[in-house]
């Protein structure tokens, strides 16, 4: 098959490349020089297949596709090539040789039955000195090598996506200073370096095989300047010597693992830290004794019992409080006397039949109130007066059988006949990524 191009397909180029949307000037990259073939049979190509001058962006999509060297040497403008889902065996994902201007580069989703049977390790042969965006998700890689040791092959790259592979150690490819986005969910990791990654900023480890946060294991002494950090569905159990040093963090997310409690302590000098998501873990107790910074905590599918005045005193910042799915039984009129800016509180899926009466006395600004799947039999159990500020309550999936009008504020609204899901079946499910964040 050979395709000598006169002319070029034009399309809309944000419906292309959707990973690479955090790239400044992936709106423009293409300027509308799109290629796109969809091929239902097997290709091959070689560097006379496509020969034009301005084409930018290349799409193939094909049963199976050989890409011998050099394929696209006569497309010197090159600058986005996505060869995704073409079952490209591994020794041959980067056999179209170096293109010095390419930006961006899609080799993810090559697995069939075939591919993903065993683990491969790939080797980097040639140079791409312009790449910032590398996708090589679900390739049953196991270990990256460049042929050339004393160089790397990714000089600028700053966007890498590993996730759904068999990786689980550190990679043997050096890693570039220069990345600041890494994708390494769903592999085998249970230890990992991240050794010279100091301009890190994004780090998603989810569903891996992490069984401890302490600096043997996962070291991450090094992202002085990462900012969000996401380790959901592991088996991590304890935390030690791990996180004190992410100054810069912003979001954290330690959802879905084996945690019994944890030390709060830990984070105390993280003043960027504002999201701290801990849902579906083992904690039963909550009391939090240094004054933190975060405006959203998300502790929803644990084993909560109750919530006392130091549970949340210290987070005076705190804007958004998620503990729906646990067991919460007592929460003391002073629980929230230093919460003076949470607009939104998450307490459905409890054992709750009655709320203290001044227990909303210094949260003024919340609007949003979740009580859906308690044990509450009449609203003046949750509202003794009509000055309560919540505009959203939400009172499904509870056992009323009296309604007084008179404590209901007219900007308030009211469900009770919501066809709502239970919190609780969700907390069975696995988180599937960040959600706050």
Same mark, same amino acid.
């Given at each position: 098959?050979?395709?000598?191009?006169?002319?070029?397909?034009?399309?809309?180029?944000?419906?292309?490349?959707?990973?690479?949307?955090?790239?400044?000037?992936?709106?423009?990259?293409?300027?509308?020089?799109?290629?796109?073939?969809?091929?239902?049979?097997?290709?091959?190509?070689?560097?006379?297949?496509?020969?034009?001058?301005?084409?930018?962006?290349?799409?193939?999509?094909?049963?199976?596709?050989?890409?011998?060297?050099?394929?696209?040497?006569?497309?010197?403008?090159?600058?986005?090539?996505?060869?995704?889902?073409?079952?490209?065996?591994?020794?041959?994902?980067?056999?179209?040789?170096?293109?010095?201007?390419?930006?961006?580069?899609?080799?993810?989703?090559?697995?069939?039955?075939?591919?993903?049977?065993?683990?491969?390790?790939?080797?980097?042969?040639?140079?791409?000195?312009?790449?910032?965006?590398?996708?090589?998700?679900?390739?049953?890689?196991?270990?990256?090598?460049?042929?050339?040791?004393?160089?790397?092959?990714?000089?600028?790259?700053?966007?890498?996506?590993?996730?759904?592979?068999?990786?689980?150690?550190?990679?043997?490819?050096?890693?570039?200073?220069?990345?600041?986005?890494?994708?390494?969910?769903?592999?085998?990791?249970?230890?990992?370096?991240?050794?010279?990654?100091?301009?890190?900023?994004?780090?998603?480890?989810?569903?891996?095989?992490?069984?401890?946060?302490?600096?043997?294991?996962?070291?991450?002494?090094?992202?002085?300047?990462?900012?969000?950090?996401?380790?959901? /569905?592991?088996? %991590?159990?304890?935390?030690?010597? =791990?996180?004190? &040093? !992410?100054?810069? $963090? +912003?979001? *954290?997310? #330690? @959802?879905?693992?084996?945690?019994?409690?944890?030390?709060?302590?830990?984070?105390?000098?993280?003043?960027?830290?504002?999201?701290?998501?801990?849902?579906?873990?083992?904690?039963?107790?909550?009391?939090?004794?240094?004054?933190?910074?975060?405006?959203?905590?998300?502790?929803?599918? /644990?084993?909560? %019992?109750?919530?006392?005045?130091? =549970?949340?005193? &210290? !987070?005076?910042? $705190? +804007?958004? *409080?998620? #503990? @729906?799915?646990?067991?919460?039984?007592?929460?003391?009129?002073?629980?929230?006397?230093?919460?003076?800016?949470?607009?939104?509180?998450?307490?459905?899926?409890?054992?709750?039949?009655?709320?203290?009466?001044?227990?909303?006395?210094?949260?003024?600004?919340?609007?949003?109130?979740?009580?859906?799947?308690?044990?509450?039999?009449?609203?003046?159990?949750?509202?003794?007066?009509?000055?309560?500020?919540?505009?959203?309550?939400?009172?499904?999936?509870?056992?009323?059988?009296?309604?007084?009008?008179?404590?209901?504020?007219?900007?308030?609204?009211?469900?009770?006949?919501?066809?709502?899901?239970?919190?609780?079946?969700?907390?069975?499910?696995?988180?599937?990524?960040?959600?706050?964040?």
């Amino acid at each position: 098959m050979k395709l000598f191009l006169a002319i070029v397909l034009i399309v809309t180029f944000s419906s292309l490349v959707i990973e690479a949307i955090e790239l400044a000037d992936v709106a423009n990259i293409c300027e509308n020089e799109t290629l796109i073939l969809n091929l239902s049979n097997s290709a091959k190509f070689d560097r006379n297949s496509i020969v034009s001058s301005t084409l930018r962006c290349i799409v193939i999509r094909s049963n199976y596709v050989d890409i011998k060297e050099s394929s696209f040497e006569n497309v010197p403008n090159l600058k986005y090539l996505d060869l995704r889902r073409n079952v490209i065996s591994s020794r041959n994902l980067f056999s179209f040789g170096n293109i010095s201007h390419l930006k961006i580069l899609n080799l993810g989703y090559q697995d069939n039955y075939e591919n993903n049977y065993n683990s491969k390790e790939i080797t980097i042969s040639n140079k791409y000195p312009e790449l910032e965006y590398l996708n090589l998700a679900h390739n049953s890689i196991s270990d990256i090598t460049a042929y050339w040791e004393s160089e790397n092959p990714f000089p600028n790259l700053t966007h890498l996506d590993l996730s759904g592979n068999k990786i689980y150690s550190p990679l043997s490819l050096t890693l570039p200073s220069t990345l600041t986005h890494f994708d390494l969910s769903n592999n085998r990791i249970s230890k990992f370096s991240f050794r010279e990654l100091n301009n890190l900023l994004s780090l998603k480890l989810d569903y891996n095989k992490i069984n401890a946060l302490d600096h043997l294991y996962i070291d991450f002494k090094p992202l002085k300047n990462l900012e969000n950090l996401s380790i959901t /569905n592991n088996e %991590i159990k304890y935390m030690r010597s =791990s996180i004190e &040093n !992410l100054v810069s $963090l +912003r979001y *954290l997310n #330690l @959802s879905y693992n084996f945690l019994s409690d944890f030390d709060f302590k830990m984070i105390e000098d993280l003043h960027s830290l504002e999201v701290v998501a801990l849902d579906g873990n083992s904690i039963d107790d909550v009391s939090i004794s240094v004054p933190l910074n975060i405006t959203t905590l998300s502790l929803n599918c /644990n084993r909560i %019992i109750n919530i006392t005045t130091n =549970s949340f005193y &210290n !987070l005076k910042n $705190l +804007r958004r *409080l998620l #503990l @729906s799915g646990n067991m919460i039984r007592n929460i003391h009129e002073n629980s929230f006397q230093n919460q003076k800016l949470l607009e939104e509180l998450y307490l459905d899926d409890n054992d709750l039949n009655y709320l203290p009466p001044y227990w909303c006395q210094f949260t003024k600004k919340l609007r949003y109130l979740n009580l859906s799947g308690n044990k509450f039999t009449s609203l003046e159990s949750v509202l003794y007066d009509s000055n309560l500020p919540v505009r959203q309550l939400y009172f499904e999936r509870n056992p009323v059988i009296y309604i007084n009008g008179s404590v209901i504020s007219p900007e308030m609204t009211i469900f009770l006949n919501g066809n709502t899901t239970s919190y609780m079946r969700l907390c069975a499910m696995k988180s599937v990524g960040p959600i706050y964040g």
